[in-house]
């Protein structure tokens, strides 16, 4: 079965530093990887999404994400962080051996911003 | 166009008593999906709609919980009685052109329902 682990619950970063934000997942198959974000009061918003090819993917906000295979890991990182990426984290796994088009989620990283 | 739309955005209600939940999808958007995120934990998939025929429906917790999308067009997802451990955050998303493997969800920004 599919799984996705995000091992930090909570970071906090100052703005105009760099942001790295870790996911690793388990697939037998070649994973279609997404990330999420969820600010306050809003809906989950598309950052980016793997589904093959160039490995390093880049998204919405200024935000690019690595697939690693050898790794097992999908990290989304972004050079300068904005108070406003305060928000959610969540990378997702999408099975590409049927067409139910099924999410599996991690459980989310919390990412606070330091003026 | 309009996005995804659900209400209540937030429910309060007692341990035994019924909720509804609404969503509207997208217009013309054949799928529909229903998530919800329980205790700060991760989010899970409920079920999935393809029209009005609910095509995957393996993530439903037990028989308290029913979903329904009328004539394709919005879905419903009833919780009856509902239980303290049902509180959590129910996301609902549409996706266009059932096959299409895109995963093009668009989704809701949530109910917050709080059983007491």
């Known amino acids: 079965a599919q799984s996705v682990t995000q091992p930090d619950i909570h970071i906090t970063v100052s703005e105009g530093a760099s942001l790295e934000l870790r996911c690793n997942y388990s697939?037998?198959?070649?994973?279609?990887l997404f990330w999420y974000v969820q600010s306050p009061g809003q809906g989950l918003q598309l950052l980016l999404k793997?589904?093959?090819?160039?490995?390093l993917v880049q998204g919405i906000k200024g935000f690019e994400a690595e697939f690693k295979r050898s790794q097992s890991s999908f990290n989304l990182r972004k050079p300068s962080v904005h108070w406003s990426d305060a928000a959610e984290y969540f990378c997702a796994v999408g099975a590409t051996d049927n067409y139910g088009q099924n999410f599996v989620f991690g459980p989310g990283t919390r990412l606070s911003v330091l003026p | 166009e309009a996005g995804v739309t659900q209400f209540p955005s937030h429910s309060v209600i007692e341990k035994g008593q019924t909720v509804t939940l609404r969503c509207d999808p997208i217009?013309?958007?054949?799928?529909l999906y229903w998530y919800r995120r329980v205790m700060g934990k991760e989010i899970k998939f409920l079920l999935h709609f393809v029209k009005e025929s609910k095509q995957d429906e393996s993530g439903m917790p037990n028989n308290r919980f029913l979903a329904e999308r009328t004539g394709g067009t919005y879905s419903t997802l009833k919780v009856q009685p509902a239980e303290l451990e049902d509180s959590g955050v129910y996301f609902c998303?549409?996706?266009?052109?059932?096959?299409?493997?895109?995963?093009?969800?668009?989704f809701g920004s949530g109910t917050r329902l709080t059983v007491v």
């Open positions: 998303a549409s996706s266009q052109e059932y096959n299409r493997g895109d995963y093009g969800y668009t």
């Open positions: 697939y037998g198959a070649t994973p279609y």
């Open positions: 217009s013309g958007h054949d799928n």
């Open positions: 793997y589904f093959s090819g160039d490995t």
